[in-house]
């Protein structure tokens, strides 16, 4: 299944809508939809290494605009939409127990932590920075520090190291994925418990 998903990507990143998909994609995982923009931005700059930073720069757009729209609702529209949302995708519990111990100063750690490394989810933190109350314009300039930082840091690796990197992920795909997956999990189940 990794396999026919890593070549489904591959393909699509090859496609001239590759750009738009990746703008749409990142936009929505900002605020509701659960598929990283990750997915098609690795296999857009392993098979565009030249387009690596304009697609960083499209990823980090769009997706500092979608947790814009994240921000809008749990400010404006809690009730009516992040709760069936964050319900649907199991994360209401992680949600209501950041909201009920968040600060400014534990909301930017969030917001970095999510932006960087998807811990916790960034819907969840940018929904709850509506909720919070938090600073628009610090949300703003935190999102397009930690999600830049993100795809740019993604792009100048893809872009240096490109094939050697693609050669590397097609050979130990599994292995890479259950790897990233047991890091990620446990750096979350770190600092939940902390």
Known sequence: MLRNLYNWTMALAARKSAAWWLAIIAFVESSFFLVPADVLFVPMVLAK?????????????????????????????????????????????????????????????????????????????????????FSLPLFILSAIIARGARFFALAWLLNTYGEEMRHFIEKRLKIISALAAAGLIGVYAVYMLH
């Open 49 to 133: 290494p030249r387009r690596a930073y304009l697609y960083a720069t499209i990823a980090t757009v769009a997706s500092v605009l979608g947790g814009v729209l994240g921000w809008l609702i749990g400010h404006y529209a809690f009730e009516t939409i992040a709760r069936p949302v964050l319900t649907f995708y199991g994360k209401l519990d992680t949600f209501d127990s950041l909201a009920a111990s968040v600060d400014w100063k534990t909301m930017l750690i969030l917001l970095v932590t999510s932006g960087l490394a998807h811990l916790p989810p960034i819907k969840v933190v940018t929904i709850l920075s509506g909720v919070a109350g």
